[in-house]
């Protein structure tokens, strides 16, 4: 029942339909036709015989009407015998002529209806015909890449359907290889950062590794050495770690484990790896707000929530302070990390969750990964993260957790 949906299927089947009501009806007018016909010559062979008995025998018209008129079996078996005698019986009785007219009549109905059948059922199939061979052209040129097409058919039925879906993956496979072409052009930016900040400190590194081939190098200078190069390779190592971790954030094979854990706890355990360098520029830190339980991976966000704690006491000045507010609503669970440092320049702003983006006040150790991986922790969890800032005020990251509907 589907196909009868096709529009051209269903013209198809209504003129086939007329075509045999058309048929039909011409039968019944030639039977008409023929029969009138029929009754003619009868009336005429009547009509004869009344006049011969009316002149020959001066018979009355009023008793040879009867006599036509009357079903009498007495006078049908005398006129049978008759008949038979001059060799005419009902198995010889026929007219040629109107014969050959039946006969040619019912062969020119089968004939001109039939040809409008085998018309109607061809041009079907041709149009049939010709939208598949577009539809299969189309798909060639899909093939070679060819994504500037229109395919969309607002018509009814199977092949309409068909060529809407066929224009739904032409869409989609353009909309793919746009990204695909654009995620080849962030690989190749991200090279060429990655390219820039390993060289810095591989040629730092091969300095001082030729200065210390020096044998009249004294034991301070090459301590200091020594020292620069074990910085340098932590560097290379904590580069290398990020870089892995954000390609498997950006592959989506990172399986998010969710725990449930107290939000002062999650911050509390981010905010461990900071403690030192806080002490060391005399920051104060302040945890307030709800204690109110989510349910996220404990592990990866307390590492996003790591690096903003880090940027925070980076760009926060001696005796300067971190705040971290806890809020609770209908639909999500806030967490406001906040510090009162240099803040961040508007033309800065937009760019500070890029990858490898370093803001006019970076110090030269930055690689512009922290705050890029945090967002990609976060965002992968279904949170949000957003940013304010004012120059010399300082910074709040504001971070929802949505509650799950139940």
Not at 8 to 19: A, E, F, G, P, Q
Not at 315 to 328: C, Y
């Amino acid at each position: 029942m589907n196909n009868v949906a096709d529009k051209r299927l269903r013209r198809m089947l209504v003129s086939i339909i007329i075509t045999m009501t058309l048929a039909i009806a011409s039968v019944f007018l030639v039977s008409f036709w023929l029969n009138h016909d029929l009754q003619k010559q009868t009336n005429e062979i009547d009509a004869n015989m009344i006049g011969y008995l009316s002149e020959t025998y001066e018979l009355d018209e009023n008793e040879i009407i009867a006599i036509l008129t009357k079903n009498d079996a007495q006078y049908g078996e005398k006129g049978k015998e008759i008949l038979e005698k001059y060799g005419i019986d009902d198995s010889n009785i026929s007219d040629s002529n109107l014969l050959n007219k039946t006969i040619a009549a019912f062969v020119a109905i089968i004939l001109v209806f039939s040809v409008l059948v085998f018309l109607i059922v061809y041009f079907y199939l041709l149009r049939l015909n010709s939208s598949i061979s577009n539809i299969s052209t189309y798909i060639n040129r899909l093939l070679n890449k060819d994504y500037a097409l229109d395919i969309i058919d607002n018509d009814e039925g199977s092949l309409s359907a068909l060529k809407n879906d066929i224009y739904k993956i032409t869409v989609m496979l353009k909309e793919q290889n746009e990204v695909l072409k654009q995620d080849k052009m962030k690989l190749a930016n991200n090279l060429a950062d990655i390219s820039h900040q390993l060289k810095t400190p591989l040629t730092s590194m091969l300095i001082m590794s030729d200065l210390l081939q020096n044998e009249d190098l004294s034991k301070e200078d090459r301590k200091k050495f020594l020292d620069v190069i074990r910085s340098q390779l932590k560097r290379i190592e904590w580069l290398v770690s990020s870089l892995l971790k954000m390609a498997k954030l950006d592959a989506r094979t990172v399986d998010f484990k969710k725990e449930k854990i107290y939000a002062d706890d999650l911050i509390l355990k981010a905010v461990e790896p900071v403690n030192m360098l806080m002490k060391n520029k005399n920051q104060q830190f302040i945890l307030t707000g709800d204690n109110l339980i989510l349910e996220i991976d404990i592990n990866w966000t307390s590492e996003a929530l790591l690096n903003i704690l880090k940027n925070c006491c980076e760009h926060t000045p001696v005796g300067g302070q971190l705040k971290a507010e806890i809020f609770d609503s209908v639909m999500y669970t806030e967490i406001v990390i906040s510090d009162n440092g240099e803040g961040i320049s508007n033309k800065d702003l937009p760019f500070i969750f890029e990858r490898f983006y370093r803001a006019s006040k970076s110090s030269d150790d930055s690689v512009g990964i922290g705050l890029a991986m945090s967002y990609s922790i976060l965002t992968s969890q279904d949170a949000t993260i957003h940013v304010r800032s004012r120059l010399k005020a300082g910074t709040a990251f504001s971070i929802r957790f949505y509650k799950q509907v139940k």
